[in-house]
């Protein structure tokens, strides 16, 4: 079974421009999440997906953040300007059921910008 | 609100060695708590979880922790280090509501 992908592994972007993470979680898991770390910092809750709704987007820094989820399968995550601050890992996670469930991460994106 | 406290950033011992990451807890509500690992490179991985049944909790590769709520701590505990158990250690919380707080992490330094 395929874990949790996400796409790209690593990108570099100047200031001002934009950048698109995608994540592909677990088949048949309907609850997603995004995380972020920044350098040396701890890893930070961004927002939770139950299937293509957002049940929890409270972490979101800014509304140059947009999370969409089509049809309950992949989820994007797109910033819009990237700005400095932006740059760390971004994780996805994938659950199914309960709340004390384990939830599946992806390898990260590594976000520079410049 | 749930917070996670991970003493200790870096965490040196020699091959076949006790290992102890230490992780308290702070939550108003009963929590649930992980210990994650990342290796270089890879996501992170489980491994193993508190969800209020036992309070010693055996997880994957030989680790194990204890939950002790009169101390809010969840430590986590390798009888004897290998030279694979080098990666960094996330003690994480939450109490249902399925967002996980970590801490800062822990990278465990094993030497020969």
């Known amino acids: 079974e395929a874990g949790v992908t996400q796409f790209p592994s690593h990108s570099v972007i100047e200031k001002g421009q934009t950048v698109t993470l995608r994540c592909d979680p677990i088949?048949?898991?309907?609850?997603l999440y995004w995380y972020r770390r920044v350098m040396g910092k701890e890893i930070k809750f961004l927002l939770h997906f139950v299937k293509e709704s957002k049940q929890d987007e409270s972490g979101m820094p800014n509304n140059r953040f947009l999370a969409e989820r089509t049809g309950g399968t992949y989820s994007t995550l797109k910033v819009q300007p990237a700005e400095l601050e932006d740059s760390g890992v971004y994780f996805c996670?994938?659950?199914?059921?309960?709340?004390?469930?384990?939830?599946?991460f992806g390898p990260g994106t590594r976000l520079t910008v410049l | 609100a749930q917070s996670v406290t991970q003493l200790g950033s870096h965490v040196s011992v020699s091959e076949g060695a006790l290992v102890l990451l230490r992780c308290n807890y702070s939550?108003?509500?009963?929590?649930?708590l992980f210990w994650y690992v990342q290796y270089p490179n890879q996501g992170l991985q489980l491994l193993l979880k508190?969800?209020?049944?036992?309070?010693l909790v055996k997880g994957i590769n030989g680790f194990e922790a204890e939950f002790k709520k009169s101390e809010t701590s969840f430590h986590l505990t390798k009888p004897s280090a290998h030279m694979s158990d080098a990666a960094e250690y996330f003690c994480?919380?939450?109490?249902?509501?399925?967002?996980?707080?970590f801490g800062t992490g822990t990278r465990l330094l094993v030497s020969p």
């Open positions: 994480a919380v939450h109490t249902g509501f399925q967002k996980l707080v």
């Open positions: 939550s108003s509500v009963p929590p649930y």
């Open positions: 088949s048949g898991h309907d609850n």
């Open positions: 996670a994938s659950s199914q059921g309960l709340a004390e469930n384990e939830q599946f």
């Open positions: 508190y969800t209020s049944a036992a309070t």
